[in-house]
């Protein structure tokens, strides 16, 4: 199977992928790494392990249909089973989403459905939760929806301030998104009425 992964930061989810991808044998290879920053961190990273990179830089599009047209006319140069979202931070339009239904996943700091969108882990912080997570999904036209893979939950400690929180959540992000994603490339995803039903397998 061929994996295409889209970040615009650090990258440090897309690192934990190629990593369990080489070192657990995966039926599958990291086609490509493509950020809409220039600048993003993660590309260090994938270039020196050997994968190509791309940018697609959305400031040189006048509008979001121009931008996801260019971007999958790239990654389908590509010809991924899988896209991953790995702290790509575009919203992306439904004819992106439908294009890749089915074959696109994402992370998502929070337990969704609880707080969809951005400073997730500070409104979890705010509203006084006990627990906070993340939730790998398939993604859907709806920002943040789309049938759960996985989640993970950490506790909400006193004194967390944001930073501590992240980081705390950050680390199971590393462990579950390679996971996820090693069951989508070995066949044991099945999306039916809405839900993902895992086939077998750990
Ligand atoms: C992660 O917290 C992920 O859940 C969110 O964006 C962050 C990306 O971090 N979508 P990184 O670029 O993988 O280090």
Request: hydrophobic share 50%; glycine share 8%; charged share 20%.
């Amino acid at each position: 199977k061929s994996i295409v992964i889209l970040i615009s930061g650090r990258g440090s989810n897309m690192e934990a992928i190629v990593k369990a991808c080489a070192a657990e044998g995966w039926p599958a290879r990291i086609a490509a790494v493509i950020s809409n920053r220039p600048d993003a961190a993660g590309l260090a990273f994938a270039a020196s392990h050997g994968i190509a990179t791309a940018v697609v830089d959305h400031k040189a599009f006048p509008d979001r249909a121009s931008f996801d047209a260019e971007l999958a006319r790239v990654i389908d140069g590509y010809t991924p089973d899988l896209l991953v979202l790995a702290g790509f931070m575009r919203i992306l339009t439904p004819e992106f989403t439908r294009h890749y239904e089915g074959r696109m996943l994402n992370i998502h700091p929070s337990l969704l459905p609880a707080f969809t969108g951005l400073h997730t882990h500070q409104r979890a912080l705010e509203a006084g939760c006990r627990f906070a997570g993340a939730t790998v999904h398939f993604v859907t036209a709806e920002l943040d929806h789309g049938p759960i893979v996985a989640q993970a939950v950490a506790p909400i400690l006193a004194g967390d301030d944001e930073a501590a929180l992240s980081a705390r959540v950050l680390g199971l992000e590393h462990r579950m998104y390679p996971r996820a994603v090693r069951w989508f490339v070995q066949d044991q995803l099945r999306i039916e009425g809405g839900r993902v039903q895992q086939l077998a397998g750990e």
